[in-house]
Structures are given as structure tokens and as C-alpha cells.
């Protein structure tokens, strides 16, 4: 590419925005990082005036409410965020002429008695509020902005910001045994990894000026339950903790928590493979790289 491309990257310090920040820009590509501070999504107003600053060449939407449970007693100001927001940028970018990549989620879809990994074809039926309000931010931006990527992702892990991975490593230092609940079946995906893949997806936009519009999957590739997600971050764990644990696996009933999780919400991924060629790898070693990571840190802290 010889032009210079610029790419405007809201929710820069959520999960996926910063390792999105983190990660290498392509060749002749610059990324700009907006977090709430810089502009509040939530905003028509704010978002236009950013747009209009920066003049970016394409627009990658990690900006979300985040908090599953925390959705279910704040479902409007969950809306608020992950569908009004969606759509302000999604009308933002038709009206500026850039494409935009939104970023889902597997909670768009319910599990229910499915036992083969979703394709994008498939209906959603999302079983909390974080999914419906997903859902209707992806029909949102849909109906605003014709040249868009909605890429649809799942249980997110990685070092920069608290996630699974941080819980089960806390439990595991200070607990003889825990329990995880194997009744929860999806795909983990390191956010890096994911990063890297947005970052080759928007280069190819951007060089092509033109792509296969639409929703696509993409997620690690590995389907396994929660329970057995723990054993893989314990084998790494146990590396350089000196003690003995046990991990039970209960069914979901045994944690209150205030909002249903699919019981199955495996992504196919087939899809954006054939079309653009993206695929994310095995991601066991990058979960030994970010489990020595943030042991390392914890060591270092309690010097």
C-alpha cells in the first residue's frame, strides 16, 4: 500500500482495544485509540465531532458494556452503549463514506440444545440482557451502514485486563481446591490474536477499498467447557506454585449469578476463512505466555 490509512479504533481501553493498541500496525497504517474519555459513543454529537477530526479511513468498533451480570440490573444503560452506540457509529461512518467493523459477541445466541458450532446463518435467541442488548446493536448497525464487518467473537482472555484467566489464577493461589462449572461450552480467544486478525482484515479493506459485507465468526479453535478451560490454565500454573489443588467440576446452578450463560456457544469460523483468509491458532501457548506473565507480575507485586 502506498496511501497512508488511518484507523480509528473506539473502546481503546477495553480488552480488545488495548491489545488492538498494543499490537503491530501494518504497513502504512495508523491506528488512533478513543476511549469514554475521548468520546462517549452513547453520544450523536461526540461521535460526528471525532470523526470529523480524525477523518478516519475505516472504523473498528471494540467499544461495549461489558459487564454480563451487571447487564441484567442495567439493561438500559447496557442498550445505551452496545446497540444506540453501535448505531451512532455505524450512521457516522455511512455518512463520513468509511467502512466499519463491529464487534460481537457469542451471547447473540443461547445454546439451548445445539451441539454443533454456530454458523452465521444460524438465528440468534440471546438468553440475557448483554446479548440482546449485542443483538440489537448488530441490527443497528446493519440498518445504518451498508459497507460493514460485524465479527463475532468469544470468551475473551489475555493479559492487559482482568478476565477469566486473572479469576481462576487469584483462586488458584490462595484455595486447597474451587470449583468451575463444566456445563458451559464455547471457543476462548486470546485477545491478541484476535487483534492481529482485525488489524489484516481492515488492511485488506482498506486496500481493496471494497470487501464481502456482512457477519462473520471468529474465535479460537478449540471447543471445550469452562472446567476444563480452568485444567488447562492450572497445568500452567502449577508450574511455579507449590502446592496441591483440586478442581470440581458443578453445573451452573451451584453460582447465583444474576445472568444466564449459553450453555453452548461454540462459533464456526469457517466462513471468514474462506473469505478473507483469517484463522486464529491453537492458542495453548499464548495461554502459557499470559499465565508466566501475570504470575510473574503477581511475584513482583508482593515483594
Known amino acids: 500500500m502506498a496511501a497512508q490509512y488511518k484507523i480509528l479504533v473506539f473502546g481503546a481501553g477495553g480488552m480488545l482495544g488495548r491489545e488492538l493498541m498494543a499490537a503491530p500496525a501494518p504497513n502504512a497504517v495508523s491506528l488512533i485509540g478513543l476511549t469514554r474519555s475521548h468520546a462517549d459513543i452513547t453520544s450523536p454529537e461526540q461521535v460526528e465531532r471525532v470523526m470529523a477530526e480524525h477523518r478516519p479511513g475505516l472504523v473498528i468498533n471494540a467499544a461495549a458494556f461489558s459487564n454480563v451480570d451487571g447487564a441484567e440490573s ?50 440468534p435467541a440471546p438468553i440475557n440482557q448483554y446479548g440482546l442488548s449485542k443483538l440489537r446493536g448488530e441490527e443497528q448497525v446493519r440498518a445504518a451502514c451498508p459497507r460493514h464487518l460485524i465479527v463475532r467473537t468469544s470468551w475473551l482472555f489475555g493479559a492487559l485486563s482482568r478476565n477469566f484467566i486473572h479469576l481462576m489464577l487469584e483462586l488458584m493461589r490462595t484455595r486447597p481446591g474451587i470449583k468451575v462449572v463444566d456445563d458451559q461450552v464455547g471457543c476462548p480467544t486470546p485477545a491478541g490474536d484476535l487483534a492481529q486478525a482485525l488489524l489484516r482484515l481492515a488492511t485488506m479493506v482498506l486496500d481493496q477499498g471494497a470487501a464481502d459485507w456482512g457477519t462473520y465468526h471468529l474465535s479460537g479453535p478449540l471447543v471445550i467447557n469452562r472446567y476444563e478451560f480452568a485444567q488447562m ?29 449459553p450453555t453452548y456457544s461454540a462459533l464456526d469460523c469457517a466462513k471468514i476463512k474462506n473469505r478473507f483468509g483469517l484463522a486464529l491458532a491453537d492458542w495453548r501457548p499464548e495461554l502459557a505466555r499470559i499465565v508466566k506473565t501475570l504470575q510473574e507480575a503477581e511475584m513482583r507485586s508482593s515483594v
Open 233 to 261: 490454565i492450572w497445568a500452567e500454573a502449577r508450574k511455579s506454585l507449590d502446592k496441591d489443588m483440586t478442581i470440581e467440576p458443578v453445573g451452573s446452578e451451584a453460582f447465583a449469578a444474576p445472568a444466564k450463560r
Open 74 to 123: 442495567e439493561p438500559q444503560a447496557a442498550l445505551a452503549v452496545n446497540a444506540q452506540g453501535a448505531g451512532n457509529l455505524a450512521r457516522a461512518c455511512h455518512q463520513a463514506g468509511v467502512p466499519f467493523i463491529h464487534i460481537s459477541t457469542d451471547y447473540v445466541f443461547g445454546g439451548g440444545n445445539q451441539t454443533r458450532p454456530y454458523l452465521e446463518s444460524d438465528p
